[in-house]
């Protein structure tokens, strides 16, 4: 970690006016760096920029002007979303000066505790899981990062108090522009192939992804996905003195497989959650199956049955069994887990109850914005008819990965934005008996309005009517979180 002394007097850029944006220039500023704010939105859009001026911070909307990058700067800080091709960062790039995104800025101002948690798909829920654990546990989360608070400014709050340990969600986008930072308890859920627009290629990908453990030490703890072959890949690479990985398709307890696969880390401590017996594709239906903490000292600690978990699906037994194992190693007992594994409800957007209407019920899951999202959905229905409403922003994907799931577990589909026809094709392929189309139309609320109407002419009693998208928002909305609000205020205006 830097001394963050090191930066007063040095000129420094920041590059996005975005909530981490602003909260990094208010801590580079803090610090006594020269502090210049770019962003491309012209000033009358950009309402953040009053509140860094009143702190005599520079902010130039508008572009990228000439001059803005030169040899003098210290560091420039890019919103994570702004990808590497732009003409600034490729300018510092080729000057020699470092590229850093917030969650690299705050780590290396503090040193309150940090617990990382990155993955494609479930890394809110677990992190928001994880802060409601380690509250119930008596400890002092502040929850940040992809989600919550900019880093920049949950490391303020956490100085603030006493034993605060910060809880991150962390995209690769943010992880592909850190160098130092290092989480004491560092977790990868799963990787699935998605951002490939932003990334160019899975091999870039999973490196960003590798990055929350580059930098672990024997003090650390890593927590991985047994499951997930990209998960077990990176065990080489792993330098934590603790390794927990989860499972709920092999019981982990004395599992010799996988202490092979950990036996070339020397001196390795590890432990393991897993279910018992093992998954298997009725596991919603049997009424026996426990989730476990396994250590090596103690033996098997049961801690909760599946179905007594507040949400349902196997996806979200992987994000308990993850935000149980984060959470031990943080310091909670198993047993203090139970009562917050079972009152826990979705996060929005994620697999969200909206309501019954004619007893047909409804879900949002706009924040599925990959195939594999909306794959993890749709085993949380495993006996009722669902009516699945997808599409969006077309980043090239043919979509073949859901056609198992479609053939098994789609009724019918409507259908939505640029990926429309290649979603209909792979669900004709499927032989999925009702596909429905919502032409293009330049009013995007009222294509989700009617997509809601179709799909609710299509429910019986008892059925499932699900928007999961497959896809990102951007061909229709600013985001997945406006799709969501579209969504459910057509359908509580059925």
């Not at 700067?73 to 080729?94: C, R, T």
């Not at 596991?283 to 103690?298: A, F, P």
Request: hydrophobic share 40%; net charge negative.
């Amino acid at each position: 970690m830097n001394d963050p002394q090191s930066y007063r007097g040095l000129p420094v850029v920041v590059i996005g006016l975005a909530r981490s944006g602003v909260e990094a220039a208010k801590a580079l500023h803090r610090l006594g760096a020269l502090v210049t704010v770019n962003d491309l939105k012209p000033r009358e859009q950009s309402p953040e920029a009053a509140e860094l001026e009143e702190l005599n911070i520079e902010v130039i909307c508008g572009g990228h002007p000439e001059g803005l990058i030169h040899k003098d700067i210290a560091l420039l800080v890019k919103n994570p979303g702004i990808p590497y091709s732009a003409p600034p960062i490729q300018q510092a790039m080729d000057l020699g000066i470092e590229v850093i995104t917030e969650v690299e800025l705050a780590y290396r101002i503090s040193d309150v505790p940090m617990i990382g948690i990155t993955g494609s798909n479930g890394k809110t829920t677990t992190t928001t899981w994880v802060g409601q654990m380690l509250d119930a546990c008596g400890l002092h989360p502040i929850v940040g990062g992809n989600i919550g608070i900019p880093l920049c400014q949950a490391v303020v709050e956490a100085e603030e108090k006493d034993n605060a340990i910060i809880v991150a969600e962390l995209s690769s986008f943010q992880l592909k522009g850190t160098r130092d930072f290092n989480p004491t308890i560092a977790a990868l859920l799963n990787v699935a192939e998605t951002h490939l627009d932003y990334h160019g290629t899975m091999d870039d990908y999973v490196t960003s992804k590798r990055k929350i453990f580059e930098n672990q030490g024997e003090k650390d703890t890593a927590v991985l996905n047994w499951d997930d072959s990209y998960c077990r890949s990176m065990i080489p690479y792993i330098k934590a003195g603790r390794i927990i990985p989860f499972s709920v398709n092999e019981e982990l307890g004395n599992n010799a497989a996988m202490a092979a696969a950990l036996s070339t880390q020397s001196g390795m401590s590890v432990g393991a959650m897993y279910v018992s017996p093992s998954y298997v594709p009725d596991m919603e239906d049997d009424l026996e199956r426990t989730i476990m903490y396994w250590d090596e000292e103690q033996g098997a600690v049961p801690i909760l049955r599946v179905d007594e978990l507040g949400i349902p699906g196997r996806y979200n037994v992987e994000n308990a069994l993850a935000a149980c194992a984060i959470s031990i190693a943080a310091g909670c007992q198993p047993k203090q887990l139970a009562d917050t594994l079972r009152t826990f409800r979705s996060v929005e957007h994620r697999l969200e109850y909206v309501t019954t209407h004619n007893e047909v019920a409804y879900y949002n899951n706009s924040k599925a914005t990959n195939a594999k999202a909306t794959m993890m959905a749709l085993s949380a229905f495993q006996d009722q008819g669902i009516i699945l409403i997808a599409g969006g922003l077309d980043r090239g994907s043919d979509y073949m990965d859901l056609l198992p799931v479609f053939q098994s577990q789609v009724k019918a589909l409507v259908v939505l934005g640029q990926t429309r026809h290649k979603l209909a094709r792979v669900a004709e392929m499927a032989g999925v008996a009702s596909i429905l189309i919502i032409e293009e139309t330049d009013q995007a609320e009222q294509a989700v309005y009617q997509a809601v109407q179709q799909a609710s002419e299509l429910a019986e009693t008892g059925d499932v009517v699900l928007l999961s998208p497959a896809c990102a928002s951007w061909d229709m909305f600013s985001s997945f979180e406006i799709r969501g609000n579209v969504f459910k205020q057509a359908v509580n205006e059925l």
